[in-house]
C-alpha cells in the first residue's frame, strides 16, 4: 500500500514517522526533503527548499508552492519560461492529483493523441562511410581520412526516417515515464504500446542535451506531447536508486522558476517597445580605479531592458513571502536601490510571487523609488501573462515620462 506524505514548501515542523534506515538515506539523496532523525527511532521529514514529488518504494512524499499553486499552473511556468511559444492548453486537464500518475496519464494521452496517425517521418542529415555511392561524396574528409583509398567512401545525403528530434525526445520521455514504480496498469500499457509505435528510433541518453526541433505544420499534432515530455525530461528523474528501493523523482527550485518565468516573460511583453531586454545584466557596484584592475564589486541584475544601449528599466525577480508585520526582506530594498544608483535608473521594480496590488516608495533624500510589484501564480495562464503586460506597461510609460522621452523619440 502507498503511503504519503504531503507538505507545504514554507513547513517549519512535522511529526515524526517512521522509516527505514536506507528509505531515509535514499529520501535524502533526492533534494526534495531534509531527513533528521527523531526519538526512539523515527525521523522528521521537511522541505528543503524545493517543489514536486519523489517516490521511493511504497513512499509518496509530496512538497506543494506555497501559493498552493497546482501541477497544470507548475508545468505552465516550467514550459514557458523555456519557451514562450508553450501554451496554457499544452497542460490543460492535468490533475492536481499524485504528481506521477497524473504525468503519466497526461503523457499517455497526449503521446495517443501524436501518433494516432503513425510515428511522423522526416529527412535527417546524414554523414557516414559507405561502400557505395549515396548523395554526395565528401571529397574533402575522404582525402583526409582515407587518403589513397578507394572504399569505403565519406559521403553526405538526407535519409527520409522515423528517427527525427520529435520522436527522439517523446520516446525519450515515454521511456523515463515508464520507469516510474506503482503506476497504474493501464497507463503503464499505453505507454508500453506508444513506445512499440516508435519503433526504430534512437534512445536520447539522460541527462544528455535534448535535440532541437521547429513547430511548423506538419509536426502540429506533436506539440503538446513535446512540451509535455520536454518538461518530464529536464526535471525527472527515475531510477534503482540505493539498495532494494526505487526511486522517481520530480524536483523543481521554484525561486529558479520564477525568476526564468519572469525573465522570458517581461522579455516578451517588452518586445513591442523600444530597445532590448537582457536578464542577468552584469554591472559593478563601484567606479574602476586607476592602475586596479581588479577586486571590483559586481552585481547581476535579474532583468535590464535598455534603450539605445542606455539602462532604462530594472526589475528583479523575488520568490519569497512578506510577514504580516514586516513586508518584504529589508535587503531586496537595499539592494534595488544599488542598482538603480549604479546604473542611473531612478525606478526599479521588485516582483514578489504572491498575491496584492503594487506599492510604490520613494527613496529618502534620493531621486529613487522602488515598486512593490505582486505577481500572483495561482491566476490563470493568460491572466498571470496579462498581468505581466501590464507590469511592462507600466514600467515604460514611468520611464518614457521622466527620463526617456528623448530616447524615445529618436528611436
Keep these: 500500500m502507498l503511503r504519503s506524505i504531503v507538505l507545504d514548501e514554507l513547513q517549519s515542523s512535522a511529526h515524526p514517522v517512521e522509516l527505514d534506515p536506507e528509505l531515509a538515506a535514499t529520501l535524502r539523496d533526492t533534494g526534495l526533503v531534509t531527513v533528521l532523525p527523531?526519538?526512539?527511532g523515527l525521523w522528521t521529514v521537511l522541505p528543503a527548499g524545493t517543489v514536486g514529488a519523489v517516490q521511493v518504494g511504497d513512499l509518496l512524499v509530496e512538497v506543494t508552492p506555497?501559493?498552493?499553486v497546482g501541477l497544470s499552473r507548475l508545468l505552465f511556468l516550467l514550459g514557458?519560461?523555456?519557451n514562450p511559444g508553450f501554451r496554457p492548453e499544452d497542460v490543460a486537464g492535468i490533475e492536481d492529483t499524485d504528481l506521477f500518475a497524473a504525468l503519466g496519464e497526461s503523457l499517455a494521452r497526449q503521446g495517443l493523441r501524436a501518433l494516432e496517425g503513425g510515428a511522423l517521418n522526416g529527412y535527417v542529415h546524414v554523414e557516414d562511410a559507405l561502400r557505395t555511392v549515396r548523395g554526395r561524396i565528401r571529397v574533402g574528409d575522404q582525402m583526409t581520412r582515407r587518403p589513397g583509398m578507394l572504399l569505403p567512401l565519406e559521403v553526405a545525403y538526407d535519409d527520409f526516417t522515423v528517427d527525427i528530434p520529435e520522436n527522439r525526445i517523446?520516446?525519450?520521455a515515454i521511456r523515463l515515464m515508464m520507469q516510474v514504480p506503482r503506476l497504474s496498469g493501464e497507463v503503464?500499457?499505453?505507454l508500453a504500446h506508444l513506445d512499440s509505435k516508435l519503433d526504430g528510433v534512437s534512445e536520447v541518453r539522460f541527462g544528455a542535451t535534448l535535440p532541437i526541433w521547429t513547430e511548423s505544420r506538419l509536426n502540429e499534432r506533436y506539440v503538446p506531447a513535446l512540451r509535455l515530455a520536454e518538461i518530464i525530461l529536464r526535471n525527472m528523474s527515475a531510477e534503482a536508486g540505493i539498495g532494494r528501493h526505487s526511486v522517481a523523482s520530480f524536483v523543481v527550485n521554484m525561486a529558479k522558476v520564477f525568476e526564468?518565468?519572469?525573465t522570458t516573460s517581461l522579455r516578451e511583453a517588452l518586445d513591442g517597445y523600444p530597445g532590448e531586454t537582457s536578464g542577468q545584466y552584469e554591472t559593478f557596484l563601484d567606479e574602476s580605479e586607476v592602475g586596479q584592475t581588479g577586486n571590483r564589486v559586481r552585481m547581476s541584475v535579474d532583468i535590464v531592458h535598455l534603450v539605445r544601449g542606455v539602462p532604462a528599466m530594472l526589475f528583479d525577480a523575488k520568490y519569497k513571502a512578506a510577514s504580516v508585520a514586516d513586508g518584504y526582506p529589508n535587503a531586496d530594498y537595499?539592494?534595488?536601490?544599488a542598482y538603480c544608483t549604479a546604473l542611473e535608473?531612478?525606478?526599479g521594480w521588485l516582483i514578489y510571487a504572491g498575491p496584492g496590488n503594487p506599492r510604490l516608495r520613494q527613496v529618502r533624500n534620493t531621486e529613487i523609488s522602488v515598486v512593490e510589484f505582486p505577481l500572483d501564480l495561482s491566476q490563470a495562464p493568460n491572466d498571470l501573462l496579462a498581468r505581466v503586460k501590464s507590469l511592462a506597461e507600466s514600467a515604460f510609460s514611468e520611464w518614457r515620462l521622466t527620463a526617456g522621452a528623448g530616447l524615445c523619440s529618436a528611436s
Design 170 to 172: 517523446l520516446r525519450a
Design 66 to 68: 506555497k501559493q498552493k
Design 334 to 337: 537595499y539592494q534595488m536601490l
Design 38 to 40: 527523531a526519538h526512539g
Design 345 to 347: 535608473v531612478s525606478r
Design 260 to 262: 526564468d518565468f519572469v
Design 80 to 82: 514557458y519560461a523555456a
Design 188 to 190: 503503464r500499457w499505453k
